[in-house]
């Protein structure tokens, strides 16, 4: 089979060649077809401008020039940047580089001929360009008009050596290249065959022809992934027996009586989702995903409550031993003065309390524990284990929540949580082999926050609006991307350390009589544990940390989160960590400070603090090649969960025959055609 023959067998791929690809996880011809062009990277060389003809009305253009100049300066706040001048035969424009950009551009050659898209206003003496993006480009490029594709590189590699074969690939290919979609659905659904898919994602005939290529691709991937989730349930089934529990009885009733607040209309949804699941005799396997503060823990509060009134037992797992405490106390607030036994199980405990713990469990005189990974190991052993419960759910594999499940006799019901929102159609391909319960907005109680951003110039205003909270009574959290001062960093060189913000804070506050105190993952639980207890009893006033307190820190009388460097930080991050002061009833407020003031994460993150907004966001800022994150292995290669599972394509065959004998088979590409629809695609 050609396709899996070694790039070596065409034309000029040699030992070093072949080696280069090898970076760019190229290895057989059939690599080097499904290593598809940069995300939007197409040159339309009929739609290249001159620098005489780009207008300066501060909108994104594309044009063709050649390095003449590289320098570097400081602007009027002292904030350093990259300037590349570069020339066409009609004038001259400067390029901008500011921030990681710099290196890029510093690295330019003068004569090197360049495609330039970015932002183009007028300047002192030429034209202005912001928001830069280049790719170097061969000298005798642009000489053919037509689309032709930019690829990534590495080492010596040239566009010209992938394009020159990725053609010679293509060659082959239109002999016998087989198709991956039953023929059924690509007839269905009119999309391209995969031969003229591939041609016109490499080399298009027209944007319409490329449009049309890109959904043809994105809808197999995502039609094979769900085809593989369906699979890998299908293969993993649990064939014991389901654990059927009753309808609501006294104990969830006094539990949902018994609460400071009413349910929303989104929580009690999810509950009945999450009650009528329990009650069926086959298994539950369901994601709860609500945005951070959206009142997740009640409603498995609930769930446990249901397991133990039938006369059972629940656990909840989470990642750290943090938020199995925060979990343990509030779990214990709302179950404890009914009579439930709750027990916490950590890594750090004792051995004599471990001991103990396990032998009231193994015997059934505890109902439900709050445990990390440690409930995992092999000597913890229930007595009628009917609910698990895992909270950050993408912390732990799938391997780590069956073998939770694995400890009950019978298949346990399993509810896993998540605080990272993702679009629902996105959610029915990640989590196919599980059922969605989506709740969405908040608590009445819980008010948005206020997200602003600052620069470093404006600390003075950041400082004063800190004051006057802690003056009020109120608590801050400052968070930085370092623990200890790098200066052998260059990303991270112009970021304060924790022990640097805490002695510059301590420094600025001294006359006010605060106190402040550091939070970082280097200190033992113990450690961290004592200082988050100081925190919550407002001991301490002002919490500098790092992100370790992105989950499990809840203290409701804190109100001002900086977060230093914010530009460092993922959208997800940023969020979870804005998180932390919408516990309370008081007005709240997120502060970015930033040296980087045209930062998409940071311009997201000031729009909205609806996390299902920023999500949808994040994969525009991101785009489809980091979509799948941690199911795709890189934007270009086939999804993982496929690889795995090679029968996948045999099973989408099998899968599509029978879902058209159900019926179903129209529904089933309703949603995919709509997955391939959304705008992120």
């Given at each position: 089979?050609?396709?899996?023959e070694?790039?070596?067998?065409l034309?000029g791929?040699?030992v070093k060649?072949?080696?280069?690809?090898?970076?760019?996880?190229i290895?057989?011809?059939?690599d080097l077809?499904?290593?598809y062009?940069?995300?939007?990277?197409?040159?339309?060389?009929?739609?290249?401008?001159?620098?005489?003809?780009?207008?300066?009305?501060?909108?994104?253009?594309i044009?063709?020039?050649?390095?003449?100049q590289?320098?570097?300066?400081?602007?009027a706040s002292?904030?350093?940047?990259t300037s590349v001048?570069?020339?066409?035969?009609?004038?001259?424009?400067?390029l901008?580089?500011?921030?990681?950009?710099?290196y890029k551009a510093?690295?330019?050659?003068?004569?090197?001929m360049?495609q330039?898209?970015?932002?183009v206003?007028?300047?002192?003496?030429t034209?202005?360009?912001s928001?830069?993006?280049?790719?170097?480009l061969?000298?005798d490029?642009?000489k053919?008009?037509?689309?032709?594709p930019?690829?990534?590189?590495s080492?010596n590699?040239t566009?010209k050596n992938?394009?020159?074969w990725?053609?010679?690939?293509l060659?082959l290919?239109?002999?016998?290249?087989?198709?991956?979609l039953p023929?059924?659905?690509?007839?269905q659904?009119n999309?391209?065959?995969?031969y003229?898919a591939?041609?016109?994602i490499?080399?298009?005939?027209s944007?319409?022809?490329l449009?049309?290529?890109?959904q043809?691709?994105?809808f197999?991937?995502?039609?094979?992934?769900?085809?593989?989730?369906?699979y890998y349930?299908q293969?993993?089934?649990d064939?014991?027996e389901?654990?059927?529990h009753?309808?609501?009885?006294?104990?969830?009733?006094?539990?949902m009586?018994?609460?400071?607040?009413?349910l929303?209309?989104?929580?009690q949804q999810?509950?009945?989702e999450i009650?009528?699941d329990?009650?069926?005799k086959?298994?539950?396997?369901?994601?709860?995903?609500?945005?951070?503060?959206?009142g997740?823990t009640?409603?498995s509060?609930?769930?446990?409550a249901k397991?133990v009134?039938?006369g059972?037992?629940g656990?909840?797992?989470?990642?750290?031993?943090?938020?199995?405490?925060q979990?343990?106390e509030?779990?214990e607030?709302?179950l404890q003065?009914?009579?439930?036994?709750?027990a916490l199980l950590?890594?750090?405990m004792?051995?004599?309390?471990r001991?103990?713990?396990?032998?009231n469990?193994?015997?059934?005189?505890v109902?439900?524990?709050?445990?990390?990974?440690?409930?995992?190991?092999?000597?913890v052993?229930?007595?009628?284990?009917?609910?698990?419960?895992?909270?950050?759910?993408h912390?732990?594999g799938?391997?780590?929540?069956?073998r939770l499940s694995?400890?009950s006799?019978n298949?346990?019901?399993?509810?896993?949580m998540?605080a990272t929102?993702?679009?629902?159609t996105?959610?029915?391909t990640?989590y196919g082999?599980?059922d969605?319960?989506?709740?969405?907005g908040?608590p009445?109680?819980?008010?948005?926050?206020r997200?602003?951003?600052?620069t470093?110039?404006?600390r003075?205003?950041?400082?004063?609006?800190?004051?006057?909270?802690?003056?009020?009574?109120?608590?801050?959290?400052v968070?930085?991307?370092?623990i200890?001062?790098?200066?052998?960093?260059?990303?991270?060189?112009?970021?304060?350390?924790?022990?640097?913000?805490?002695?510059?804070y301590?420094?600025?506050?001294h006359n006010?009589g605060?106190?402040?105190?550091v939070?970082?993952?280097?200190m033992?639980?113990?450690?961290?544990?004592a200082v988050?207890?100081?925190?919550?009893?407002n001991k301490?006033?002002?919490?500098i940390?790092?992100?370790?307190?992105?989950?499990?820190v809840n203290?409701p009388?804190?109100?001002v989160?900086?977060?230093?460097?914010?530009?460092?930080f993922?959208l997800?991050?940023?969020?979870?960590?804005?998180?932390?002061?919408?516990?309370?009833?008081?007005?709240?407020?997120?502060?970015?400070q930033?040296?980087d003031?045209?930062?998409e994460?940071?311009d997201?993150?000031?729009?909205?603090?609806?996390?299902f907004?920023l999500?949808?966001?994040d994969?525009?800022i991101?785009?489809?090649?980091?979509?799948?994150?941690t199911?795709q292995s890189?934007?270009n290669r086939?999804?993982?969960?496929?690889?795995n599972y090679?029968n996948?394509y045999?099973?989408?065959?099998?899968?599509t025959e029978?879902?058209d004998?159900?019926?179903e088979l129209?529904?089933?590409?309703?949603t995919m055609d709509?997955?391939?629809?959304?705008?992120?695609?």
């Open positions: 089979m050609w396709w899996k070694p790039v070596t067998t034309k791929v040699g060649k072949a080696a280069e690809l090898a970076a760019l996880n290895f057989s011809v059939g077809l499904e290593f062009p940069r995300q939007g990277a197409y040159l339309d060389y009929a739609k290249l401008k001159t620098i005489k003809e780009l207008d300066v009305d501060n909108s994104k253009q044009f063709k020039a050649t390095v003449y590289v320098k570097n300066g400081y602007g002292r904030r350093s940047y001048t570069v020339r066409d035969e009609t004038g001259y424009a400067t901008y580089f500011f921030g990681g950009q710099r510093q690295k330019l050659k003068p004569d090197t360049l330039i898209t970015g932002r206003r007028q300047g002192r003496t034209k202005s360009v928001e830069v993006d280049v790719q170097p061969e000298q490029e642009g053919t008009p037509g689309i032709v930019v690829y990534a590189l080492g590699l566009q992938l394009r020159t990725v053609s010679e690939a060659r290919a239109a002999k016998d290249l087989p198709e991956s023929a059924k659905v690509v007839s659904c999309l391209p065959d995969r003229t591939l041609k016109n490499h080399f298009p005939e944007w319409e022809a449009r049309r290529a890109k043809r691709f994105v197999e991937e995502l039609f094979l992934l769900q085809c593989g989730l369906l349930r293969q993993s089934h064939n014991r389901g654990i059927k009753a309808a609501d009885g006294a104990l969830v009733k006094d539990v009586q018994g609460l400071p607040f009413e929303t209309a989104a929580q999810a509950w009945r009650s009528l329990m009650q069926d086959k298994p539950m396997h369901r994601i709860l995903q609500g945005d951070v503060g959206s997740k009640v409603i509060a609930l769930a446990l397991a009134e039938n059972y037992q656990c909840i797992m989470v990642p750290t031993e943090i938020l199995a405490a979990h343990f509030t779990l607030q709302y003065p009914y009579g439930v036994r709750i950590t890594g750090g004792r051995a004599k309390a001991r103990e713990l396990l032998l469990l193994e015997l059934g005189l109902d439900m524990v709050v445990g990390t990974h440690a409930l995992l190991e092999e000597d052993r229930f007595a009628n284990l009917s609910l698990t419960v895992t909270d950050e759910q912390r732990f799938v391997e780590q929540r069956a694995n400890k006799a298949a346990p019901d399993v509810l896993v998540t929102p993702i679009p629902r996105l959610a029915l990640v082999d599980l969605i319960s989506v709740m969405k908040r009445p109680q819980r008010k948005p926050v997200t602003l951003c600052y470093d110039e404006r003075r205003e950041v400082y004063a609006g800190l004051v006057r909270q802690v003056q009020a009574g109120r608590q801050a959290y968070i930085c991307p370092l200890e001062e790098n200066t052998n960093s260059e990303l991270m060189k112009d970021c304060l350390s924790v022990m640097e913000t805490k002695d510059h301590d420094r600025l506050l006010f605060f106190r402040s105190e939070l970082t993952g280097k033992s639980e113990k450690e961290m544990l988050l207890d100081d925190f919550k009893n301490i006033q002002i919490l940390s790092t992100t370790v307190v992105e989950v499990g203290n009388n804190a109100t989160i900086v977060i230093q460097n914010a530009e460092r993922g997800s991050s940023l969020h979870q960590l804005r998180g932390r002061v919408r516990r309370g009833s008081y007005e709240p407020y997120c502060i970015l930033s040296k003031t045209n930062n994460r940071i997201a993150m000031c729009q909205t603090d609806n996390g907004e999500s949808k966001l994969l525009q991101r785009k489809t090649g980091d979509i799948l994150g199911i890189g934007s086939y999804i993982e969960l496929i690889q090679p996948s045999k099973y989408a065959e099998k899968l029978e879902l004998k159900r019926g129209d529904q089933f590409l309703k709509e997955i391939k629809g959304t705008e992120v695609f």
